[in-house]
């Protein structure tokens, strides 16, 4: 049998210099371990329209259908401001997402012991914290028709859809309801559906869901209230289902109570292939950070943990996820920082390949 195949998208700004330390440990299973794959190399947004005039090309799209996972690193930056809207960075990554039919988008919000007091909430609200999101990935507002610029009498209108199936909402539901069986049982679906069609429909779907996973304690919560209450005491929540916009927001809130969005991988999983493995892709939640690229500074740990995410959703290897996952632990606990995580007295920071570096002697340790 073939090796599981990795394509590896590190886009830009700081994608290649995180994406060079997941490179190292991926190496690092396949002697350390036996665990190989097949990994392939290509360009998303900006770079690959640097190259080819378009942010994903279409032999790029058909190598990510192919493959058993995509890791991304990030896409973006300042010199493609201006683009067109079609050709921008980001539209390579969304199109991934959607022809790739990447429907449940789950995104964790851990708290590393060894970094509680770098979030800016206290202390004791954000230590021990480890929530899971799901977001919806594939539909709502980020892809409804219709959508643009049209003129409207003398001025112009812009406009965007909230559309969401039964179906759309029903199979982001089954897998959050799906982890949260795994997890601790407990699951709070997020909307709006006090002022959206969308969301009433969306909360009728989820309760019926809801009925086949009995075990599964559901609540509900109007995402502005969940916006609130992430904030104010997160433990409350253990898994949270919402929409495709919302899950955009509440991600972003929940990473940085971690304290740094440098932390915090995702995983973007679709319907299963032939071989019965998700489609998948995962990515770190941070952004290109163009402001720090090139310089070695950039955290590489979303980035490895992301591999760690799909060692266990992809590859079925659930014991070196947390093999990995460990080792990361334990690089933190040592004290060894990157610039993001400083603030402690008398701490250097160490590059982005130092920080890979101590991860695999984590992991060397780990024999
Ligand atoms: C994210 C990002 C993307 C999104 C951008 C880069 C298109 O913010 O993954 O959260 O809005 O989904
Ligand atoms: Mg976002």
Redesign the pocket.
């Known amino acids: 049998m073939s090796n599981p195949s990795i394509l590896i998208l590190p886009g830009d700004g700081i994608g290649p210099e995180v994406m060079a330390e997941v490179r190292k440990i991926i190496g690092w299973f396949g002697d350390k371990r036996d665990i190989q794959f097949d990994v392939s190399e290509d360009l998303v947004g900006g770079s690959a329209y640097d190259a080819h005039g378009t942010p994903l090309h279409d032999d790029t799209m058909a190598k990510a259908q192919e493959v058993d996972a995509v890791l991304l690193g990030a896409?973006?930056g300042p010199k493609y401001d201006d683009l067109d809207f079609s050709v921008k960075p980001?539209r390579g990554?969304?199109r991934l997402r959607k022809e790739m039919d990447l429907y449940s988008n789950l995104r964790p919000a851990q708290c590393f012991d060894a970094l509680a007091d770098f979030s800016s909430l206290k202390t004791d609200v954000v230590a021990g914290l480890d929530i899971m999101i799901v977001r919806e990935l594939t539909s709502g507002v980020?892809f409804g028709e219709p959508r643009g610029i049209f003129e409207e009498g003398n001025e112009r209108v812009g406009i965007n859809t909230q559309r969401y199936t039964e179906s759309e909402i029903e199979r982001a539901a089954r897998s959050a309801f799906e982890l949260a069986m795994r997890r601790n049982k407990k699951l709070c679906s997020m909307e709006k559906a006090n002022v959206m069609e969308s969301g009433i429909l969306w909360r009728e779907v989820v309760t019926r869901v809801g009925a086949e996973y009995p075990e599964v304690e559901l609540s509900h919560m109007y995402a502005d209230n969940g916006a609130m209450q992430l904030v104010r005491w997160p433990k409350q929540f253990d898994v949270i289902l919402t929409d495709n916009l919302f899950g955009?927001l509440l991600?972003?809130c929940a990473a940085m109570l971690t304290g740094s969005l440098g932390m915090l991988p995702s995983a973007s999983l679709g319907a299963p292939m032939a071989n019965g493995r998700p489609k998948a892709l995962y990515e770190p939640?941070h952004?290109s950070a163009p402001d720090i690229a090139g310089q070695g500074k950039a955290n590489p740990i979303a980035c490895i943990l992301s591999f760690a995410m799909a060692l266990r959703y992809s590859f079925d290897q659930g014991a070196e996820a947390d093999r990995l996952e460990k080792a990361v632990e334990k690089v933190l606990a040592d004290g060894v920082r990157t610039a993001d995580l400083l603030g402690e007295e008398g701490v250097t920071p160490v590059s982005t390949s130092e920080m890979g570096d101590a991860v695999i002697g984590a992991l060397d340790a780990s024999l």
């Open positions: 896409v973006g980001e990554l969304l980020y955009d991600s972003d939640v952004g």
